[in-house]
């Protein structure tokens, strides 16, 4: 399995900037994409933005104009700039690595997390 670690996360005020960094820690494998979820407490894990092989971004509405995803999928490298921060964004931050077998099966590969906390 690839091994995915995630740094950047910390404590912020409410209009504060943080730049989350996701990086592989082992073998570097054929992904489809890469991107970030988060998950607040008692909450569903969601789609935060991702991008794939190709360089298409998405993003959840939530974020748009103010979070921006880079990296390079083959290098197993991905980022997030978090800008105009929102008490509501405070969650925890994990980066996911996406693969489709030859079944068309996905594989997901997730890193351990970071605390993202913004105060008002």
């Known amino acids: 399995q690839v091994q995915l670690v995630e740094s950047g996360g910390g404590l912020v005020q409410a209009g504060g900037s943080l730049r989350l960094s996701c990086a592989a820690s082992?073998?570097?494998?054929?992904?489809?994409?890469m991107g970030w979820y988060r998950q607040a407490p008692g909450k569903q894990r969601d789609l935060v933005a991702t991008?794939?092989?190709?360089?298409?971004?998405n993003y959840a509405d939530s974020v748009k104009g103010r979070f921006s995803i880079s990296g390079d999928v083959a290098k197993v490298t991905v980022y997030l700039q978090m800008s105009s921060l929102k008490p509501e964004d405070t969650a925890v931050y994990y980066c996911?690595?996406?693969?489709?077998?030859?079944?068309?099966?996905?594989?997901?590969?997730w890193g351990q997390g970071t605390q993202v906390t913004v105060s008002s």
């Open positions: 996911n690595a996406r693969r489709v077998d030859l079944t068309s099966s996905t594989n997901d590969y």
């Open positions: 082992g073998p570097i494998f054929s992904l489809d994409a």
């Open positions: 991008i794939d092989s190709g360089g298409t971004t």
